[in-house]
């Protein structure tokens, strides 16, 4: 079955400065793999998605994020935080095998990103 | 992407009632997922909802405590029954966007308080 190991619970870095969250993940499969972000009294926004193309991916608001087979990460990075990149970010993992024309998704528990100025 | 709206947007509910959620896609989608966010917590899938069939449920949920009705392509309703402080969360639809068998957006949630 699929899983996703978020390494860190919470992260906490000045603006201006990278943004480091790291992701490990389980599959049986060659995944897919995604990154959303929660902000405070907001619903899920999907960042990136990576899907056995390119390797580094590029997503919204400045993110990418890159796949590692050999080391089974898909880490979120960020050149420069934004005081608004203040948010929870979840990363997700694509069921395959599953019936009925979707694959479920599989959340990791999340990590809080607080910037500092 | 899709733009999906959720009704209330939050709610504060005695214990015993039943809360009903409606979340509006505004465009035609197959399938509509429901999950439930707990303080704290991650993201738990509820149940799939397909327009013209029942709702397909995880393990933990059961159709009597969380129905759900799906009536056309863009609409959906999730109802939390004979709610306890346990019910307490943020209640999130999401459809199956453009993207694949796995891209997922979701709504704006429904923060659901229980006292």
């Known amino acids: 079955a699929q899983s996703v190991t978020q390494l860190d619970s919470h992260v906490s870095v000045s603006e201006g400065t990278p943004v480091l969250l790291r992701c490990n993940y389980s599959s049986s499969y060659s995944p897919s793999l995604f990154w959303y972000v929660q902000h405070p009294n907001k619903g899920l926004q999907l960042l990136l998605k990576y899907t056995s193309a390119a390797t580094l991916v590029k997503g919204i608001n400045g993110f990418e994020a890159e796949f590692k087979k050999s080391e089974t990460s898909f880490h979120l990075t960020k050149p420069s935080a934004h005081m608004s990149d203040a948010a929870e970010y979840f990363c997700v993992v694509s069921d395959f095998g599953f019936s009925g024309g979707y694959n479920k998704l599989i959340f990791g528990a999340g990590t809080r990103l607080a910037v500092h100025p | 992407s899709a733009v999906i709206s959720q009704k209330p947007s939050r709610d504060i509910c005695q214990r015993g009632t039943s809360l009903t959620i409606q979340c509006q896609v505004d465009?035609?989608?197959?399938?509509m997922f429901w999950y439930r966010q707990q303080p704290g917590q991650s993201l738990t899938l509820i149940a799939t909802a397909n327009q013209g069939s029942e709702a397909t449920y995880e393990s933990g949920f059961v159709i009597d405590k969380f129905p759900i009705s799906r009536p056309n392509l863009t609409f959906s309703t999730l109802t939390v029954s004979n709610m306890s402080p346990e019910d307490s969360s943020i209640y999130l639809c999401?459809?199956?966007?453009?993207?694949?068998?796995?891209?997922?957006?979701f709504g704006p949630g429904t923060r659901l308080t229980v006292l």
């Open positions: 465009s035609q989608v197959t399938m």
């Open positions: 999401s459809v199956l966007g453009g993207g694949g068998p796995d891209t997922q957006y």
